[in-house]
């Protein structure tokens, strides 16, 4: 049977083996902290060997961290920027002035479709007249003095600004009855003014002008050329006009206030 233990070796047993105990947890953490301190050694070893940069986080990790919701844009479609197209503007056409130089002398103008010769003296401002008369006397042009027409392409003379044509003299009354001669249409004349003028006949003119068609009225041009014969009837004496007056009336005379 085993002795009973006293108090004090109850004591001193019980800090014996929490001396051991003391002893071993020592021990033990020291062998703890030697293989860390191992660890960590071969490992800074190896990076420093390898060259691989070593992160102190690495090896102890940090807490981690918190995820954070992560707003992901919504994409706006682009507005449609409106884009002006310019408006072609189509030019116009700038018409052009053409100063036409004040003329000194005569000129030569090209005939051109549709023209006459009355279109012409309009155009360049000159008598009818004196434009036949001068383009129909000329040596390099022929004017048809009984029909004068002209033609595309012929050169007309225009005469100097202010040029005029000779007076024709008068037939006296005291030429032969019957005498031929040629008389240059004027503007104005008809067959009958043309007969009264010369002291002909209408018929007579007609009979020697066959070119004059009768059934168109005796249809003249300024220019032409007809042959007239002269002094064929006695001219009648023109009747001054008397004034119609009252048996009995007085004239009176109003007089005129001078200034």
Same mark, same amino acid.
């Given at each position: 049977?085993?002795?009973?233990?006293? $108090?004090?070796?109850?004591?001193?047993?019980?800090?014996?083996?929490?001396?051991?105990?003391?002893?071993?947890?020592?021990?033990? *953490?020291?062998?703890?902290?030697?293989?860390?301190?191992?660890?960590?050694?071969?490992?800074? /070893?190896?990076?420093?060997?390898?060259?691989?940069?070593?992160? #102190?986080?690495?090896?102890?990790?940090?807490?981690?961290? !918190?995820?954070?919701? +992560?707003?992901?844009?919504?994409?706006?479609? $682009?507005?449609?920027?409106?884009?002006?197209?310019?408006?072609?503007?189509? $030019?116009?056409? !700038? $018409?052009?002035?053409?100063? +036409?130089? !004040?003329?000194?002398?005569?000129?030569?103008?090209?005939?051109?479709?549709?023209?006459? *010769?009355?279109?012409?003296?309009?155009?360049?401002?000159?008598?009818?007249?004196? *434009?036949?008369?001068?383009? &129909?006397?000329?040596?390099?042009?022929?004017?048809?003095?009984?029909?004068?027409?002209? &033609?595309?392409?012929?050169?007309? /003379? #225009?005469?100097?600004?202010?040029?005029?044509?000779?007076?024709?003299?008068?037939?006296?009354?005291?030429?032969?009855?019957?005498?031929?001669?040629?008389?240059?249409?004027?503007?104005?004349?008809?067959?009958?003014?043309?007969?009264?003028?010369?002291?002909?006949?209408?018929?007579?003119?007609?009979?020697?002008?066959?070119?004059?068609?009768?059934?168109?009225?005796?249809?003249?041009?300024?220019?032409?050329?007809?042959?007239?014969?002269?002094?064929?009837?006695?001219?009648?004496?023109?009747?001054?006009?008397?004034?119609?007056?009252?048996?009995?009336?007085?004239?009176?005379?109003?007089?005129?206030?001078?200034?």
């Amino acid at each position: 049977m085993p002795k009973e233990e006293t $108090p004090k070796q109850i004591i001193d047993s019980y800090r014996k083996h929490r001396g051991n105990s003391n002893q071993n947890w020592k021990t033990i *953490l020291i062998f703890i902290l030697a293989a860390l301190l191992l660890i960590t050694g071969t490992g800074f /070893l190896v990076f420093w060997l390898t060259g691989t940069e070593l992160s #102190i986080g690495a090896i102890f990790p940090s807490d981690t961290p !918190t995820p954070t919701n +992560t707003l992901t844009p919504t994409p706006v479609p $682009p507005t449609a920027t409106p884009t002006l197209s310019p408006t072609i503007v189509v $030019p116009t056409d !700038t $018409p052009t002035v053409t100063l +036409t130089p !004040t003329r000194s002398g005569a000129v030569i103008y090209v005939a051109q479709e549709g023209d006459s *010769l009355y279109i012409i003296a309009e155009e360049f401002d000159v008598d009818l007249l004196t *434009l036949i008369i001068v383009n &129909r006397n000329r040596e390099d042009f022929f004017l048809d003095p009984i029909n004068p027409y002209i &033609r595309v392409g012929d050169e007309i /003379l #225009i005469p100097a600004p202010g040029e005029e044509i000779p007076t024709p003299t008068p037939i006296p009354v005291s030429a032969p009855p019957g005498m031929m001669v040629e008389y240059t249409v004027q503007p104005g004349d008809s067959v009958e003014g043309i007969a009264r003028k010369l002291r002909s006949t209408p018929e007579d003119i007609f009979a020697r002008n066959e070119f004059i068609e009768e059934d168109q009225d005796g249809q003249l041009f300024v220019g032409q050329i007809i042959n007239v014969r002269v002094n064929l009837v006695t001219p009648m004496p023109t009747k001054a006009a008397t004034p119609a007056t009252s048996p009995g009336s007085i004239s009176t005379l109003t007089p005129t206030a001078t200034p």
